[in-house]
């Protein structure tokens, strides 16, 4: 069977329709293809929705919003949304109007009870709105904001008495202050510079020191030996009879003390050859005797001395 070519064209505009009314549908979140069921939900507000939002359930797509209609007898906004035939519609479910993103993009929640019957297609589904993303933002940042205002006004009264504080003769002190502290930072920078030019010697003493320490941990032997030696004489001096040698001295000195006085009394030969002056010129006048004798002896030997082996006749 052969088409002629007016059925060709005509057979190809057809398909062509077909194709952009499916595609149109597609892009609506119609699926042309499977089934579907619609419900009814009422809203006093749908804040912005659009028909062919999504129809969402745990995040994932399920359907589309097919009709927002104004109702004249109650005011409200019904809406008319199409559920795939898959998904099972029971008693208690609901759907709740949401915001898909920041930029206010409104979507269905279609939230599904697992009890009770299969709702019939055209029910009317218990509505509720969820808050918004910058609705709760708003929530939270009002405490914020309140907050903020009072640390702002805390913040000017502080600047307030910072400022009475701040007169001309604080203002002043705290120049005078400023000048102070720069001149000890040059005193400072000044130091530091000597103390960095002193380094090397700094770096004598520290080995030096180090020279001490180790000598002084090279002979620690020895000083040991050293501290026990004074403890033993400390020992052997806190074991000597002290007390007694104190006593002995004390009874010595005491009998010179009364030596002495007896001297000083003229008592005694030592006290009246002390204090006699005519007994001391006497045994001075002796002594020079005596030594004028000596003299003469040494002199004149034979004078007091004879001495004859053969004997001698005597001279009258």
């Not at 070519?5 to 062509?16: C, M, N, T, W, Y």
């Not at 077909?18 to 419900?39: D, P, V």
């Not at 030096?208 to 030696?229: E, F, G």
């Amino acid at each position: 069977m052969k088409f002629t070519k007016e059925a060709r064209i005509g057979l190809v505009v057809a398909l062509a329709f077909l194709i952009f009314f499916a595609g149109f549908y597609f892009l609506k979140g119609a699926n042309l293809f499977s089934g579907e069921n619609e419900y009814y939900a009422y809203f006093n507000d749908v804040q912005g929705l659009q028909t062919s939002s999504a129809v969402q359930v745990k995040g994932l797509t399920v359907g589309r919003v097919v009709a927002i209609k104004l109702n004249d007898k109650d005011s409200l906004v019904k809406v008319l949304i199409a559920v795939k035939k898959d998904i099972d519609v029971k008693e208690g479910s609901s759907v709740k109007l949401a915001s898909a993103d920041l930029l206010g993009t409104k979507v269905l929640k279609l939230e599904l009870s697992d009890k009770g019957k299969e709702l019939e297609e055209g029910a009317t589904l218990p509505a509720k709105v969820e808050g918004g993303i910058v609705d709760n933002l708003s929530g939270e940042i009002a405490p914020l904001i309140t907050d903020i205002r009072h640390v702002v006004a805390s913040l000017d009264t502080v600047l307030y008495g910072v400022n009475d504080m701040l007169n001309k003769d604080t203002r002043k002190h705290l120049a005078n202050s400023m000048s102070s502290l720069d001149v000890t930072l040059s005193n400072f920078s000044a130091l530091s510079q000597k103390l960095n030019n002193e380094s090397n010697q700094l770096a004598g003493v520290i080995r030096n020191a180090n020279s001490i320490t180790t000598n002084l941990a090279n002979s620690n032997q020895q000083i040991t030996n050293i501290m026990k030696n004074a403890d033993d004489i400390s020992t052997q001096l806190a074991h000597s009879p002290i007390e007694q040698t104190v006593k002995d001295l004390q009874a010595t000195i005491a009998q010179l003390n009364g030596i002495m006085a007896k001297i000083n009394n003229n008592e005694g030969s030592l006290g009246m050859l002390v204090n006699d002056k005519a007994l001391h010129n006497n045994l001075a006048e002796s002594l020079k005797t005596l030594d004028a004798l000596m003299a003469d002896m040494k002199a004149h030997p034979s004078r007091y001395i004879n001495v004859t082996i053969f004997g001698r006749k005597n001279k009258n």
